[in-house]
């Protein structure tokens, strides 16, 4: 039965995606429960109530779900166990077994492999000496992320290869590679690693499908976007992608959702190469960053989308009303602390301002984005930039290199 408007909607997790999710959700009629250790996360003015607690307090997943007619995340890092407590109480969308499978990369890489989904060259390390091994296999160039944690780049280094395979030795040879290995294997603390091949990418992309718990699908038109330093800088929405391609990612995301049987939302993130093969790079069960433009895009927002689908009420419409772009505001641009002059962006026309409500700013931190739409999504790219540019002239800072 679809939980109707005037119940309550629980999310483990308060961040900017909880926030945005309330909202969302507060429009349709719901009350809004959330859990999340930060006493000030982004998500607390909007809610109707906020659990103060860790993301692996059982216990205290259990006492949102009991409160709630149904429980949602925004965010990966909460316990599983505290998915299984809280099932008891109310339905979890997604579920536990869902979340176990993608927030470990090892686990989630090795289940696409064996279920025939699409990936680049892989190796789980637990030590040091498999790290070299894989990177000797692999050729040298490869990205090293940890099995568990990190987000927007953290826990995610390069090695670059740079040292010769061969035996020669010395400093640009299997000792220096070695060394490289061991030095990066330390900064990630030691722990289980998945070494992924490092590819020669024409593009990033993403694609956003919603099922419902009685098995109605939504998928979104892909995503284009771009990353700096392993964080995602702009995003395009449609992405001006080949009518080929756009083919085969939606298909990707469609057959991911109905075998992994997602209740709710799933982000297939992935790399199209320079020979047209398109491989999955991660998997994310909740509202995306890239999809931050569905909000002046689509008919149906992807935070309106997900409050549908985890309440069994029907899909909106995925329809792209107008092209889109969003270009991310990091803490850099907040100098000595103080907020940029958001009115020199405003004064561009199709410019929206969208703040996270996050009381610290710090470089690398995502404090909010610009939105701009446009006749093509290039042109709504070239708006946002130009947004931004008039920002950082107006706070002194030296334009982005974007």
């Known amino acids: ?47 109707d109530r906020c659990i103060v607690a860790s993301f692996d307090d059982v216990a205290q997943a259990a006492e949102l779900a009991s409160q709630c007619d149904v429980v949602t995340l925004e ?10 407590a809280a099932a008891r109480f109310a339905p979890v969308r997604p579920s536990a077994d869902v979340l176990a499978m993608v927030q470990d990369r090892g686990v989630q890489k090795g289940w696409l492999s064996r279920n025939g989904f699409p990936v680049g060259p892989f190796r789980e390390v ?21 099995c568990v944690g990190g987000y927007d780049g953290r826990g995610q280094l390069r090695l670059s290869g740079d040292a010769r395979l061969d035996d020669g030795g010395g400093a640009g040879g299997t000792g220096g590679l070695e060394r490289e ?3 990066l294997f330390a900064s990630l603390g030691g722990q289980r690693c998945v070494v992924e091949q490092a590819l020669d990418l024409e593009a990033e992309l993403s694609v956003l499908v919603a099922r419902s718990p009685s098995g109605k699908l939504a998928v979104y038109p892909p995503a284009l976007n771009h990353h700096v330093d392993q964080i995602l800088d702009w995003s395009l929405l449609p992405g ?11 298909q990707i995301a469609l057959d991911l959702a109905v075998g992994l049987r997602v209740e709710g939302l799933l982000v297939v993130e992935l790399f199209l190469l320079k020979d047209g093969r398109l491989l999955i ?14 909000e002046v895009a689509c008919a149906t927002s992807q935070f309106e989308q997900a409050v549908r689908a985890v309440c069994d009420l029907p899909l909106g419409s995925v329809e792209i009303v107008r092209p889109a772009a969003i270009l991310n505001l990091l803490g850099d641009v907040w100098l000595d602390g103080a ?28 404090m909010g984005h610009l939105s701009a739409t446009g006749r093509t999504p290039e042109e709504a790219l070239v708006a946002a930039k130009l947004a931004m540019a008039r920002l950082s002239a107006q706070a002194g800072l030296p334009l982005p290199g974007r």
Do not use: W
């Not at 890092?77 to 505290?82: E, P």
């Not at 790079?281 to 569905?294: G, K, Q, T």
């Open 181 to 183: 290995a061991a030095s």
């Open 339 to 366: 907020p940029p002059p958001f009115e020199a962006a405003l004064e561009i026309p199709g410019v929206r301002l969208h703040l996270y409500g996050k009381r610290v700013a710090r470089p690398g931190r995502k």
């Open 281 to 294: 790079n991660e998997l994310a069960p909740r509202p995306h960053n890239s999809y931050h433009a569905s």
């Open 75 to 84: 965010i990966e890092k909460v316990a599983t166990d505290g998915l299984v």
């Open 126 to 146: 637990a030590t040091s000496e498999q790290l070299l091994e894989a990177t000797r296999a692999m050729g040298g160039a490869c990205f090293v992320k940890s």
């Open 1 to 47: 039965m679809p939980i109707a408007p005037g119940s309550t909607l629980g999310i483990l997790g308060g961040g900017q995606l909880g926030r945005m999710t309330a909202l969302a959700a507060r429009t349709l009629g719901y009350k809004v429960h959330a859990l999340d250790p930060d006493p000030d996360c982004p998500a607390r003015s909007v809610l």
């Open 240 to 250: 001006p992608l080949s009518a080929a391609v756009t083919g085969q990612a939606v």
